[in-house]
């Protein structure tokens, strides 16, 4: 079958760059999902991506689909004809509905069912010209674009308005539409280093290289690799070294077609504002990467991608200068600002501040929270007072000249005001990292009080949108609950907490009406199911301890009897005890009836009977024991179960019997699940 090289590029205005790389990575996903459902064959693919466009190539793609055989089904043989051996008016409708009057051109198809008749017809595949405009339109639809906008007097809605299309197989054009767009042979170079004219494209195969000498390195991860060598080189060549960012790496490749690194600096007097705000002004509102020196310090110096080869570039790098330089007065300004004002002044100021409409204002939510983190204090051992000062002040920067402009200084800020007013180094380390895990797989807080503070903080969160009613939804969770209930779990367990989270909920709850708080514990249970599992845990052992008779209190301890568990399943005694199990479920759910007394050891008739019974004292004798020794317990009498019910039939004709074997049972069954509930594990069938 014929194959050749295929070309599909949308030319656009500039695409938001902080969308190009996951959006162009779609646009090849769609698009090869697309041919393959179609049935065009081909070999690879290469991706290009820019400000002003989104491409994909294809190597050896099939000019045809394959020919297919349609089957419809009919009806049954039987229901085909009437007893003298005409068509049935079923028959005849299928006929009609396949647009034959022959049944001969029917075919009888067997099945477990029994015989049916059916329709086979040969279709001829389809041209890839032919399907091109479906190809396109699927391709586009299935892209995952946040806020799409119209323009001109169009109806439809892309990411942004589309300039040109172009289409090809090798050298030929094959014709579709977008948005307005008839695919052509030609691109567009760059905006500025060119004459803005359409360039024709000879063949899809020198897509790449026509657009390299209309100064446009098409291909993102080509433009991304070489900007990090650029800006190696221009840190080197500073005496400087860079930080890996790799976000805003992407961020500048997204935003240039012809990258060139240029280093400025700026006045070292701005040095003396702490250094995160001087690297936010540049990073956030410029793009700049800052540089430090050998001793790991903030250099007055910066780089900046630039998206041409400027012929004076001193001009340019002197406009970015004169540019960044108000940012850092405006740092510079605030900090000091900010230091003028008492830390117990920006805390009653927090007032003014709402924090959720039911739920009051930041300053209620730090009364709340400074009585919440004294308990988590006292239950840890910890310092009482140094937390609920920290707690006090984690807010206060919220009112800040700084944060209010550089709000992702939040608690940073706060630390260096807190130094600054004489607060301890804990306090201060408290204010700043209670926010940490800002996201998933983010550092946690090292400190004590920076712990407790920042359980305190997310509990309260947590307990007061479920008291009012405003938990998650699949859609909306705009105050971030699936990470909170996330960031309680991992502080727990991996800085190794044990705290009752009955008592938590329940002291968090205090301030509150009452509410169910069951859904607030078992929110944070599904958040530590999730975890458990994804940090290799078997999904069914995280069952098995959630569903234990008293369930789980103590995710510190919860986690390490998953573990244990999971260890246990790997004993030949597991096997016995998840089938016992399962099999003593199964029976005493068919004997309801049965009247429900103690277990009388008098009128055990087996030796077996007495054996279990023993066991499961030893079992009872144990509950406050770890989960090992109590495991320990249930590998010793493995063999013992499974001698159990060959010696011993439960369900005799005498009823006394019977009635104190299934109540010995029951009993069984119940001190198994105060140990994990081993019937949902997956295991040995009954």
């Not at 280093?263 to 504002?273: A, E, R, Y």
């Not at 400074?370 to 840890?380: G, P």
């Not at 200084?409 to 926010?435: P, T």
């Not at 234990?548 to 986690?559: K, S, V």
Request: net charge negative; aromatic share 8%; hydrophobic share 40%.
């Amino acid at each position: 079958m014929d194959s050749s090289t295929l070309l599909i590029e949308i030319g656009m205005e500039e695409l938001p760059p902080k969308t190009l790389k996951p959006l162009s990575q779609a646009f090849q996903q769609n698009l090869i999902k697309v041919l393959k459902e179609k049935q065009f064959d081909h070999g690879q693919s290469a991706l290009f991506a820019t400000p002003r466009r989104l491409a994909v190539l294809i190597d050896n793609c099939n000019h045809q689909q394959p020919d297919q055989t349609l089957e419809r089904k009919g009806p049954s043989v039987k229901a085909a004809y009437e007893d003298d051996g005409t068509p049935s008016k079923a028959l005849m409708g299928f006929m009609k509905s396949c647009g034959i009057t022959d049944a001969t051109q029917l075919v009888q198809v067997e099945t477990p069912k029994g015989a049916w008749l059916a329709y086979r017809e040969e279709k001829p595949g389809g041209s890839l010209g032919d399907e091109i405009q479906a190809i396109l339109q699927e391709t586009i639809t299935a892209l995952p674009i946040a806020k799409r906008m119209r323009w001109q007097n169009r109806r439809e809605e892309f990411v942004r308005p589309v300039r040109w299309l172009a289409v090809m197989v090798d050298d030929q054009i094959l014709p579709c539409e977008l948005f307005g767009e008839q695919s052509g042979h030609h691109t567009f170079g760059h905006r500025h280093m060119t004459d803005g004219k359409a360039i024709p494209l000879t063949s899809a195969r020198d897509y790449e290289s026509t657009l390299n000498s209309a100064y446009v390195i098409a291909n993102f991860d080509t433009r991304k690799t070489l900007i990090a060598q650029q800006l190696q080189t221009a840190a080197s060549d500073l005496s400087g070294s860079l930080t890996q960012d790799e976000a805003l790496l992407d961020e500048v490749t997204a935003l240039c077609e012809w990258p060139e690194v240029l280093s400025g600096q700026f006045d070292p007097k701005f040095l003396d504002v702490p250094e995160e705000a001087l690297i936010s002004a540049m990073r956030e509102h410029q793009r700049y990467f800052h540089l430090r020196d050998q001793q790991g310090r903030l250099q007055a110096n910066f780089l900046t991608v630039a998206n041409l080869i400027s012929r004076d570039p001193q001009i340019v790098i002197a406009g970015n200068e004169r540019v960044i330089r108000p940012r850092l007065t405006d740092a510079q300004f605030f900090y000091q600002k900010d230091l003028q004002r008492p830390p117990l002044e920006a805390q009653a100021q927090l007032g003014a501040v709402v924090f959720q409409q039911a739920l009051g204002s930041y300053a209620d939510k730090s009364n709340r929270t400074i009585k919440l983190a004294a308990f988590i204090a006292e239950n840890l051992g910890t310092n009482i007072a140094t937390a609920k000062r920290a707690a006090e002040l984690a807010k206060t920067d919220l009112v800040s000249f700084m944060v209010g402009e550089f709000p992702e200084l939040q608690g940073i800020m706060g630390r260096y005001y807190a130094l600054a007013q004489g607060e301890s180094a804990e306090v201060a380390e408290a204010i700043r990292d209670h926010y940490l895990p800002r996201f998933s797989g983010d550092t946690l807080p090292t400190s004590a009080t920076s712990q407790v503070v920042a359980l305190a903080d997310r509990l309260d969160t947590l307990v007061g949108l479920f008291s009012i009613g405003q938990p998650p939804t699949g859609s909306k969770d705009p105050f971030a609950l699936r990470r909170q209930a996330l960031a309680i779990v991992r502080i727990c367990l991996e800085t190794k907490l044990s705290l009752s989270l009955d008592a938590l909920i329940n002291e968090a709850a205090e301030p509150f009406s009452d509410f169910d708080k069951r859904e607030v514990k078992e929110y944070i249970l599904d958040r530590f199911e999730n975890f458990m599992t994804d940090q290799g845990a078997q999904w069914d052992s995280v069952r098995a301890v959630r569903a234990r008779a008293f369930g789980i209190d103590d995710l510190y301890h919860a986690a390490s009897d998953i573990k244990t568990l999971d260890q246990f399943r790997l004993t030949p005694a597991s096997g016995v005890v998840i089938a016992t199990q399962k099999r003593v479920q199964n029976i005493i759910a068919k004997s309801d009836n049965v009247t429900r007394r103690s277990v009388q050891p008098e009128q055990f008739a087996e030796p077996a009977e007495s054996a279990l019974w023993e066991w499961i004292c030893t079992l009872d004798g144990a509950q406050d024991s770890s989960l090992t020794t109590r495991l320990a317990r249930i590998n010793e009498g493995a063999a013992m179960l499974a001698r159990y019910f060959e010696d011993v039939m439960v369900n005799v004709d005498t009823i006394e019997l019977k009635e104190n074997r299934l109540n010995t049972l029951r009993h069984l069954n119940q001190s198994l699940t105060n140990i994990a509930a081993f019937n949902l594990l997956q295991g040995a069938e009954t």
